[in-house]
């Protein structure tokens, strides 16, 4: 069974710092790109953050850039996302996701999904 299971959310007050994590089972981890996604109400989901197979490759959203640092341990067969100086506009259903190839360049290229974790950033 293929399966990604976020965990982390939480509610947090602007400026502080979560850490989302993101298990796999073993077949669509080795060899697999990882994203993590944020979805707000009433938005399209966004891509903020990949990482290659290797974690020599990443990408970051803009809006996230310098704040957001995505990692992987291949060995535990898990993502992680830190999340810094978060803002009230962060506040979104994360979701990871994978697909078995680098670089990505749309959302819709993904095979595999979580089904996600709430964070809410306060003012």
């Known amino acids: 069974q293929v399966q990604l299971v976020e965990s982390g959310g939480g509610l947090v007050q602007a400026g502080g710092s979560l850490r989302l994590s993101c298990a796999a089972s073993g077949r669509i981890f080795t060899g697999y790109t990882m994203g993590w996604f944020h979805q707000a109400r009433g938005k399209e989901r966004e891509c903020l953050a990949a990482?290659?197979?290797?974690?020599?490759?990443?990408y970051y959203a803009d809006s996230v850039k310098g704040r957001f640092t995505i990692s992987r341990d291949n060995a535990k067969n898990t993502v992680y996302l830190q999340m810094n100086s978060l803002k009230p506009e962060d506040t979104a259903v994360y979701y990871c996701?994978?697909?078995?190839?680098?670089?990505?360049?749309?959302?819709?290229?993904?095979?595999?999904w979580g089904q996600g974790t709430q964070v809410t950033v306060s003012s």
């Open positions: 990482i290659s197979w290797s974690g020599r490759n990443t």
């Open positions: 996701a994978a697909v078995g190839r680098w670089p990505v360049s749309a959302t819709t290229e993904y095979d595999y």
